[in-house]
């Protein structure tokens, strides 16, 4: 499924007509790399969050990465203050499934302090750190009658009000691995609504989830990133075209977790991305 938004780009395609030739392509290969899909989304007012971390190794163009069984995955907060005896200041997480790591934790540890991540993968190890990025609830939701390009579409409205005091950067998920980027530049303190098109008709009572996430700026820009080079149509931890490097870093063998730059081996980090958002969601029912 693709996407539009009211901003877009036209793609022109040249098609040849007659020619039967068979052309052989050489697709870009690279030695297979860890993805990591470690984005926490936050629910502030449950008392606890399940915390889930998805493992896999790139594949060839074209191809779907498989999740893998690694060693340990382990969040850790050094400024959480434990609530009781049996309480600690990380949490472990557990494979319940091929590449799927997780794990319960009051979510105060999530909300409060820096997180780091732990990935242990035979004789290798992976880190990345952040904090904890608040968001702002959906004000409406709503279905719209235009289109941009054919009648198979659904126009969905959605408004939010942005936080005056701060800069914020926000990632709209609209279910179906599409994704938007926003920054408040041009809205910073007030209301800003815009239209998205989903490239499908949607059959009467089909219900849409659309979440608004939190970013820091670094996410954002991942985000982006992910999104032009993907053309919008695949997930953000899918292998894309071309490498887009997040904020997992491997750190085999370094001595100081405060120089991350691996400047002396470039080419030896994973895929994917380590951030702990706040999530508001809204549902819409089409009509």
């Known amino acids: 499924m693709g996407k539009s938004f009211y901003f877009f780009l036209l793609s022109i395609t040249i098609f040849s007509i007659g020619c039967e030739d068979v052309i052989d392509v050489d697709l870009p290969t690279e030695k297979p790399r860890l993805v990591v899909d470690a984005v926490i989304r936050i629910d502030t007012s449950e008392a606890f969050t399940m915390a889930q971390v998805k493992i896999a190794l790139s594949s060839s163009f074209f191809e779907n990465n498989d999740g893998i069984d690694v060693d340990m995955v382990q969040i850790q907060n050094l400024e ?13 997480l557990n494979s319940e499934e091929t590449g799927v790591y997780r794990g319960s934790k009051n979510t105060n540890f999530f909300t ?9 993968y035979g004789e290798e190890s992976f880190y990345a750190r ?7 609830p959906i004000d409406t939701l709503a279905q719209g ?14 408004t939010f009000t942005d936080i005056g005091d701060r800069d914020d950067f926000y990632i709209i998920d609209f279910g179906f691995n599409e994704f938007l ?20 008709k949607f059959e009467s009572g ?12 670094p996410f954002y820009n991942y985000m982006n990133q992910v999104i032009v080079q ?29 120089v991350l730059d691996n400047v002396e081996r470039t080419n030896n980090f994973a895929l994917g991305y380590f951030a702990v958002v706040q999530e508001y969601k809204k549902t819409l029912t089409i009509q």
Request: net charge negative.
């Open 206 to 217: 089909r219900e849409l989830e659309i979440g608004i996430l939190g970013a820091d700026e």
């Open 80 to 92: 959480y203050v434990p609530q009781s005896s049996l309480d600690q200041n990380f949490i472990l």
């Open 230 to 258: 993907s053309g919008g149509d695949q997930g953000p931890f899918q292998t894309p075209a071309t490498t887009v490097r997040g904020n997992v870093f491997n750190v085999t063998g370094i001595d100081n977790m405060e």
């Open 145 to 158: 009658d235009e289109t941009l390009f054919s009648e198979d579409e659904t126009e969905v409205k959605v």
């Open 130 to 136: 952040t904090r904890f990025v608040p968001s702002v």
């Open 181 to 200: 980027v926003t920054e408040d530049e041009f809205y910073q303190g007030q209301t800003f609504g815009f239209s998205y098109f989903y490239d499908e």
């Open 112 to 120: 409060e302090g820096p997180l780091d991540l732990h990935i242990n």
